[in-house]
């Protein structure tokens, strides 16, 4: 049984950044895909970024691309999301999720943006952009 634990959130000004983490344990293979999501208030939650098994499968959200950059550390287990020029539309609740079977990890050793393929949450932290 996987278990996901985020970290990192908080409260920054406009213009500002955070780096959240998401630790992974229970789960001893590489061969999974992350995804970060995030929930405003009042929204639906939403794909923000995915790494597959390697760094050559990843994927932003268009509203984030180039702002953030998501990394993981096989060797300790963990994943980050390294958030840029942070606006206070970005304030959510984010959560990390890992797939560890779907047809597109399998397939295509791929991530996927789309939240039904994932197996495992964490339990969210909070990031508020605010002056």
């Known amino acids: 049984q996987a278990r996901l634990v985020e970290s990192g959130g908080g409260l920054v000004q406009p213009g500002g950044s955070l780096t959240l983490s998401c630790a992974v344990s229970?789960?001893?293979?590489?061969?999974?895909?992350i995804g970060w999501f995030r929930q405003a208030p009042g929204k639906e939650r939403e794909g923000i970024s995915c790494m597959g098994p390697s760094d050559s499968s990843t994927w932003y959200l268009d509203s984030v691309q180039g702002r953030f950059a998501i990394s993981r550390d096989n060797a300790e287990n963990t994943v980050s999301l390294q958030m840029n020029s942070l606006k206070p539309e970005d304030t959510a609740v984010y959560y990390c999720?890992?797939?560890?079977?779907?047809?597109?990890?399998?397939?295509?050793?791929?991530?996927?943006?789309?939240?039904?393929?994932?197996?495992?949450w964490g339990q969210g932290t909070q990031v508020t952009v605010s002056s």
């Open positions: 229970g789960f001893t293979s590489d061969n999974f895909a």
């Open positions: 999720a890992l797939d560890t079977g779907s047809r597109i990890l399998q397939l295509f050793n791929a991530c996927s943006p789309g939240q039904d393929v994932y197996d495992y």
